[in-house]
Nanobody, 121 residues
């Protein structure tokens, strides 16, 4: 079992930046692939970024490439999402997720409660 707690969301003006953090506890964090998802009102949840547990390979949705950066610190059991050049369409609840196998797909096993990101125009 893995417990995940997100933080760092908030209200920001378009063009601004936010850094989301996800603190993990439970099983060996370094063995898990980590993902950031988001869900906007009336829309399906989408994978925004992911990072593998080994090798550090990353995945980004086309909509965030060049603006968002995912990173992890296994010593701190944490994963981060640096979000730059934010747009109003980035407004959503952002979720952290963990899985031993899943990487660039939606069916992660463990999920956090989410943190709200609102970008005003």
């Amino acid at each position: 079992q893995v417990q995940l707690v997100e933080s760092g969301g908030g209200l920001v003006v378009a063009g601004g930046s936010l850094r989301l953090s996800c603190a993990a506890s439970g099983r060996t964090f370094s063995n898990y692939n980590m993902g950031w998802f988001r869900q906007a009102p009336g829309k399906e949840r989408e994978l925004v970024a992911a990072i593998k547990w080994i090798g550090g390979s990353t995945y980004y949705a086309d909509s965030v490439k060049g603006r968002f950066t995912i990173s992890r610190d296994n010593a701190k059991n944490a994963v981060y999402l640096q979000m730059n050049s934010l747009k109003p369409e980035d407004t959503a609840v952002y979720y952290c997720a963990a899985d031993l196998i899943v990487y660039d797909a939606a069916n992660y096993a463990y999920w956090g409660q989410g943190t709200q990101v609102t970008v005003s125009s």
